[in-house]
């Protein structure tokens, strides 16, 4: 199976003089390690759980925002009549694609709104953190949401944050931004263990990647340079 993902070119964003464009400098707040913390031990709790979910293609969910913007599309994606019709057509960007300097937020405030339509607040003083009336808390880093409370009052919640977004299965906690999560009972307490042994490993590969294209297109280094 061959993935791909269409970004926008957001470097390469103009203005109508053809200045590079501003943009606001405010964006969008993800969750912290202690918001996580919090959901995994309330979901480690008696009779409740922790589960997770994806957003399907996040940011392409929310309307675009903000002054039109007008995009070029490679023409690969162009209908028949354009190779003949046109010579460089642009069109209006109607939603937050990757790449664009809003997108993150125009997502954060669309889930927000989103999120209240169904019961979720947000939780004063930590961000992209949310809770509903049954007690049950949300946390989410962008299009990674994580669930925790009492088990039948998080498939409801889960349930009916997929009714407003688009949203893949719910699975039980097992990883969660890169970390990996395990469970066991010691003398009746509930463990958590976190795992990050694979993450740090693909880390250090991907480094040494880079490293070594740096190194090959550099050259040899002189003996100064050693």
């Known amino acids: 199976i061959v993935k791909g993902q269409m970004v926008l070119g957001g ?7 053809g200045s590079a464009a501003a943009f606001s400098d405010i964006q969008m707040s993800p969750t912290t390690a202690a918001a996580i913390r919090l959901a995994i031990a309330i979901g480690s709790c008696p009779g409740a759980e922790a589960v997770v979910m994806d957003a399907s293609a996040a940011y392409l969910q929310a ?6 913007t ?3 599309l490679p023409k690969e994606l162009w209908p028949a009549h354009w190779h003949t019709d046109f010579q460089d057509p642009v069109v209006p960007l109607r939603r937050a694609v ?5 997108s993150g937020l125009i997502w954060a405030e669309y889930c927000a709104h989103k999120l209240l339509g169904v019961g979720f607040a947000p939780v004063a003083g930590w961000p992209s953190t949310f809770v509903n009336k049954a007690g049950v808390l949300l946390t989410l880093y962008v299009d990674d949401f994580l669930f925790a409370g009492k088990s039948e009052d998080v498939r ?6 997929s009714s407003v977004l688009n949203m893949g299965r719910m699975e039980a906690l097992d990883k969660f931004l890169g ?11 509930t463990k958590i263990s976190i ?12 480094y040494l990647e880079h490293l070594a294209t740096c190194v090959k297109k550099a050259g040899p280094m002189s003996a100064a340079q050693q």
């Not at 470097?11 to 003089?17: A, G, M, N, T």
């Not at 409801?156 to 944050?161: D, G, N, P, Q, T």
């Not at 795992?195 to 991907?206: P, Q, S, V």
């Open 11 to 17: 470097d390469r964003l103009q203005d109508q003089f």
């Open 98 to 102: 990757y790449g664009h300097p809003s």
């Open 179 to 189: 970390c990996f999560y395990s469970s066991s009972d010691v003398d009746g307490i």
């Open 195 to 206: 795992n990050m042994k694979d993450y740090l490993r693909a880390t250090c590969e991907e």
């Open 63 to 68: 309307p675009m925002k903000g002054p039109l």
């Open 156 to 161: 409801l919640a889960a349930k009916a944050v």
């Open 70 to 72: 007008y995009i070029t």
